[in-house]
């Protein structure tokens, strides 16, 4: 079965540093989802990509899939406290859209002021 | 909206009593989804329902059972707690187009089992 492997599984970093997310599959991705997570709160949906090498952004995210779509990173330019939390990438479960998602185990994310 | 809501936010349990986890979401989505979150072991799927009437099992089922009469609510049933069901749970609804599905997940419930 496809497994997510996320790294790394925590990060501390200063305000206004720039930092890299990375999580990779075991299999092919069709579907590679970014979400994050508030301690003692639900996830909140951030960027889905599907094309090898597509990237999208948002405000201060980025995030990439490679060419061979087994790879993906979320990248955070400038980091503010606002950034902090657990970061998760999910992937379709089958290969297909079919909504059974598996996710990574996460990687908690300290900014420092 | 309210989006996806979820009751209760917290609850302990004893070893052996049942409850049910509720969730409900108001945006007319056909797919529900219960997942649970163990520390530093990310999402694993229980139950989904692509609509009112189908539920499919997901990666871990066993010790739970849900159902689906209507569209906006989709329950979660422990029968017998027990200690490895020590978790928090999230419900999450979604709408699908061809290209993509976005999941929109509730806050949380966080269950004890003693």
């Known amino acids: 079965s496809q497994e997510l492997e996320q790294s790394p599984q925590s990060l501390i970093v200063q305000e206004g540093k720039n930092l890299t997310i990375n999580c990779t599959s075991s299999?092919?991705?069709?579907?590679l989802y970014w979400y994050k997570q508030k301690y003692g709160e639900g996830l909140i949906f951030l960027m889905m990509?599907?094309?090898?090498?597509e990237e999208k952004s948002h405000e201060k995210i980025t995030a990439k899939l490679d060419e061979k779509k087994q790879q993906s990173s979320l990248h955070i330019t400038a980091s503010q406290p606002s950034h902090a939390g657990i970061y998760l990438c999910?992937?379709?479960?089958?290969?297909?859209?079919?909504?059974?998602?598996?996710f990574g185990q996460g990687t908690t994310l300290q900014v420092k002021p | 909206n309210a989006g996806v809501t979820q009751t209760p936010k917290f609850r302990i349990l004893k070893i052996g009593q049942s409850m049910t986890l509720q969730c409900t979401q108001d945006?007319?989505?056909?797919?529900m989804y219960w997942y649970r979150q163990d520390p530093g072991m990310g999402l694993k799927l229980i139950y989904y329902?692509?609509?009112?009437?189908?539920?499919d099992k997901g990666e871990v089922p066993n010790g739970y059972n849900v159902s689906r009469s209507t569209t906006e609510d989709f329950p979660l049933r422990l029968e017998l707690a027990a200690p490895s069901q020590t978790s928090v749970y999230f419900c999450?609804?979604?709408?699908?187009?061809?290209?993509?599905?976005?999941?929109?997940f509730g806050p949380g419930t966080r269950l004890l089992v003693l």
């Open positions: 329902s692509v609509g009112a009437g189908i539920t």
């Open positions: 299999k092919t991705l069709y579907g």
């Open positions: 999910g992937a379709d479960n089958v290969g297909g859209n079919t909504g059974k998602l598996i």
């Open positions: 999450a609804s979604s709408y699908r187009t061809v290209f993509q599905e976005t999941q929109y």
């Open positions: 990509l599907q094309k090898g090498g």
């Open positions: 945006m007319n989505h056909n797919y």
